[in-house]
């Protein structure tokens, strides 16, 4: 961005209009280069003789909305003429527009500013520069509304009037950083499937898949003519439009018609959907052809495929896919339909892995763990949702805060890449002297306040935060992320020491305070502390026995190896009890399977993986979904929502299943050092009810492959691994082999 760009914004106050910033300039010399540089507090696209610059979609995207905000820089070169015209059009956006739980009082556009500078070579070696400043224009644009979570008005036909001059931006804004993260763009395009007249009698168009992005229309009606439609990710039980779930977010676009043919798409706003209802519509008969919906995302690249002989794990699988392309839209979100849309640390916590399976996402959470780190606090905490909002999210909580170790040692171990990791070493070690000084016990985490095992079944129907005790999982985390801070002190050479004499107390203690007999065990220091949960006291939350308890004590290594027996059966005799059922939530699900196959019950782990009462994933995709939904039971056995207020139909959360699939069930695990698979171990559990499976990942060294078949009794395996990697072959009932690139046939 060149030195003499200033931020200007509108002089006059523009109501709701989106303001269209112009210039012009005229060259008499050959353009050997131009680039343009830009940014926006708000949301902008670029135009350059009425050409739309690149593909991106509500760039600059989402920064640390006090610490940093991105600029993008475009090669523009083939669009320069004797005669230019730039404009710049730009929307609310995150930075202004309304974000969280709470409505703010509506922002007046002209508080958006943007700013921007061209810079041409000639072929003389002589340069120009336009760049914005108080001689550009203002004009109304043809957007006269726009907010992320209400959608937009475009009327096609205004006229777009002069506003006047634009005038400095004095407010402090954030440092300008050159784009970190990857483009929002348009990917898929999905067509419409049906047009159903509901039970009430609403005009309504199902797109078959739940997806984030918008609905293009093409339409050619009377000037002054209006669509408007609204969303939704589901119809009720009678078949009736439902979007009660979307809370407060209107998620409603208004189209004016121009008198020509018109295609109407929102560039300020996305909405989470498969339904759409024409709430106004000018014609009587309805051409599903006209509508088409289109993902938008950030660009990563698809790194994986799946594919088995189980039809619903199948569709479990492209839930999670679906999952991801819906919440990676410049950071990781928890949903992309209702008043949030935030970037949720627990979520990605959670799912980074499965995240890294499916796409790319080095550079994606690259800029998401920047913004993390910038708003780490002095002493170490990190909050619930990154980017920071004022009004939600302020809770530091176990599991969530996590993320801050979890997500950066997850992306080592993708990409091995060191450089990363020491950006996101000091982070780490902070967090971690976080929970040193956070409870009332040095090397427990006692007290604050956490989301628990959230949505968690153990603790009564309806309820949040389940039965496992909060102070236990704050503790096991704090061992946890202690544990993967010094794996990664030790990739980068640092002095481990003092970590590991904490990992070693912080285990100790665990031990003697929430482990009795080799079992979990509730603990409360001064005897005072409820073990009521949302007042409900179960037997769980009495004796601290819960799944997630187990599971966590030994996914996290907190027992000895002789008390693994022990716990991993009694973890089977709880899911025994329950009816073969999982009673975790978004803290103990994710490692629930792990912590069986680890510990030899595979067989109950595939149990639960091809369960399908509720709760369990198969449960959601018998009721149809096409994406991972908040609730195991978002709808319920009688077709019920869980409730109006937080359900999501479009959830990644619960999708992280998917590395247990591809790294234990397909056994493409990365070995120890062997960091953005350089080194392998495969490692495959076949299953006999899902008769085959095959699975592959694009790696920096080539295609890895995968896949298990059976012919009656045994089991046809086909493994190939590219040159550059070595890979140890472990199947049951033959001593390990060790591999190099090539194709290999086991038949055991
Ligand atoms: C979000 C979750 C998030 C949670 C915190 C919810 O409203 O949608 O996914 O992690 O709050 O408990």
Redesign the pocket.
Known sequence: MNKNAKWIRPTIGIGEVCPDFRTAFAVDKKVVKAEAFVSARGVYDLFINGKKVGDGFMAPGWTSNFARVQYQRYDVTELIESENTVSIIAGKGWALGNIGYHRRPAVDCSMIAVIASIELEFEDGTKQVVATDKSWDVYKSKILFSELYDGETVDAGAECEFYGKASFDTDSKPALVEQVGEFITERETVFASEYIVTPKGERVIDFGQNMAGYVKVRIKANKGDRIVITHAEVLDKEGNFYNANLRVAENRMTYICSGEEDVFAPRFSFQGFRYIRLDEYPKEEVDISDFTAVAVYSDMKRTSSFVCGYDKLNRLYSNTVWGQRGNFIDIPT??PQRN?RLG?T??AEVFCRTAAINYNVKRFFNKWLGDMKLEQLPDGAVF?IVPGITDCGNKISAAWADAAAVCPWEMYLAYGDKDMLREYYPMMKKWVEYMHGAGDEEFLWLGGSH?GD?LAMDAGYGTYIGATQVDLIASAFFAYSTSLTIKAGKALGEDTRELEELYKNVRAKFRECFMRDGMPTYYSKDGKRSVAYNNVVTEQSRSGVTQTAIVLILRFGLCEDCEREGLVNKLCELIDENDGRMTTGFVGTPHILHALSDNGRADVAFDLLLQEKNPSWLFSVNRGATTIW?HWDSVNEEGDMWSDK?N?FN?Y?YGAVFDWIFGDMMGIKIAEGGEGYKKLEICPIPEKRIGFAEASYESDHGEIFVSWRYIGDKVRYEVRIPEGIEATLKIGGMSPRKLGGGAYTVIK
Do not use: I, L, N, V
């Open positions: 928890d949903c949030e949720w627990g979520d619930g989301y959230w908040e937080m999501s959830h959360a």
